[in-house]
Nanobody, 112 residues
Framework: QVQLVESGGGLVQPGGSLRLSCTAS????????MSWYRQAPGKERELVAV????GGGRNFEGRFTISRDNAKNAVYLQMNSLKPEDTAVYYC?????????WGQGTQVTVSS
């Protein structure tokens, strides 16, 4: 059974940091590109960062950094200098060719 389980979300003050984690099971993690998406209320889901199977990452938000540990079947998103507009549900995604897996999401709220 394929599972992607996100963790690490929560309430943080503006300027703070969070590290999201996503642990995968049920598929060959190292063969899949991994991404983080987010969806704010009333908005479309958007891509935040993606990392390839060999670790080459691309961060679409300069304050965030994606990384992966294939030995632990995990992908991470380090988020720094958080702003209220970063408030959203953050989703982990695994993709290989036409196959897509999604996690259930973790809520990140940036507020004072």
């Amino acid at each position: 059974q394929v599972q992607l389980v996100e963790s690490g979300g929560g309430l943080v003050q503006p300027g703070g940091s969070l590290r999201l984690s996503c642990t995968a099971s049920g598929f060959t993690f190292s063969s899949y590109a991994m991404s983080w998406y987010r969806q704010a209320p009333g908005k479309e889901r958007e891509l935040v960062a993606v990392i390839g199977t060999t670790g080459g990452g691309r961060n679409f938000e300069g304050r965030f950094t994606i990384s992966r540990d294939n030995a632990k079947n995990a992908v991470y998103l380090q988020m720094n200098s958080l702003k209220p507009e970063d408030t959203a549900v953050y989703y982990c995604n695994a993709r290989r060719l036409s196959v897509d897996f999604w996690g259930q999401g973790t809520q990140v709220t940036v507020s004072s």
